[in-house]
């Protein structure tokens, strides 16, 4: 019965908090406040859920895409992310509701294929992308700036990377039905203003060419250029890998486009330099070896062929992460209390 009042006064404050959102929508100020609410509320979220039977809809996709999360059946917190994406979409320069959003965004999108496919469906990829592009529009970048890139990258990989191991064990089609709505969001990514004004600054080159280069993968490379530390850097490869599962590990529009392809590989190179001699750096030497696996298996695909049971290219980062365990259905109410630890210390 406690589980069930909890259960019941979560989704009513959840409930809450979605009403003033949705009547507040003009209103950044209001919008910060109640996002900043919702994220409060994560920090017994999933204690709550785990003491709930999860929904029919929950079983039938943990079975289906292979993965093992939960979320609160009288309140699915998927439910808030079309506004969360309709508010970074319309204040993308408000860094108190960007950093509320995408720290919400983090905890959401963990391992939940619902909520993973609701957040590419509904725009967060978009809005995510605009905030970090207005973010690299900022005449000096600091410590402050660093630490909303790492929030933003985050909440971008949490909400477009598959789910777990158990996932590649699925047939491609299924695989496919992921990929596809990740395809999309991908290449609805829009920000042109952005990228026009960068520019201008000189920031950024003019790809000019047959074809536009994906302004996502654009706007991820540029931020590797910038990047000072392992946590952004690695961030940073996770979010260019995912965008380049999603297309059969290649990357959209490189061969059409030489100007940025260049760019690309010089991206790649310099940040080759900076890694390999230095061991503080960890697993980003594997992921960047991702990425250029990735680039060049656009421009020579049969010679980089990919082994759909295996999440990546590199045979290192394969034989890494079939190390980590998987989390089993039978394992989370374990790994939650480990996930709300390890969340609390990243938010203090």
Known sequence: MASMDAAQLMSCELYFHKVTIDQNADNPTVLTEHFIGVAECM?????????????????????????????????????????????????PM????????????????????????EAM????????????????????????EYLLAGCIFEALRKAAETPSLNFFSRSMKVKDEFYAVAREAWLGVRIDTVLEALEKRGTLMNFEGPQAPNPALVLTALFLRKGSDWVTMELYLQVVKS?????????????????????????????????LPDAR?????????????????????SDIPWDHRNSCLNPTLNELYRNICTVSEAQISEQVVVYNKIRRNVRR
């Not at 965004?105 to 993973?116: E, Q, T």
């Not at 061969?255 to 010089?266: D, I, P, S």
């Not at 960890?282 to 695909?301: K, N, Q, T, V």
Request: negative net charge.
């Open 121 to 144: 469906r509904c725009g967060m990829l978009q809005g995510l992308c605009l905030a970090a592009g207005h973010l690299a529009l900022c005449e000096t970048f600091g410590n402050d």
């Open 281 to 301: 750096f960890g697993s980003c030497g594997d992921l960047l070896d991702e990425a250029r696996l990735i680039h060049m298996r656009r421009l020579y695909p």
């Open 243 to 275: 965008l380049g599962e999603a297309f059969g590990n290649t990357f959209p529009t490189i061969a059409e486009n030489q100007a940025f392809e260049r760019f690309l590989n010089e991206t790649f190179e310099g940040f080759r330099g900076k890694v």
């Open 94 to 117: 408000h860094r108190g509701l960007v950093l509320a959003i995408a720290d919400w965004c983090i905890d959401v999108c963990k391992s939940n294929v619902l909520a993973k496919m």
């Open 43 to 91: 920090e017994e979220y999933f204690s709550i859920s785990d003491k709930e039977a999860q929904s029919t809809e929950v079983k039938e996709s943990r079975s289906k895409f292979g993965w093992a999360w939960l979320e609160l059946p009288q309140f699915p917190m998927r439910e808030l992310l079309p506004v969360a994406a309709k508010a970074l979409q319309r204040f």
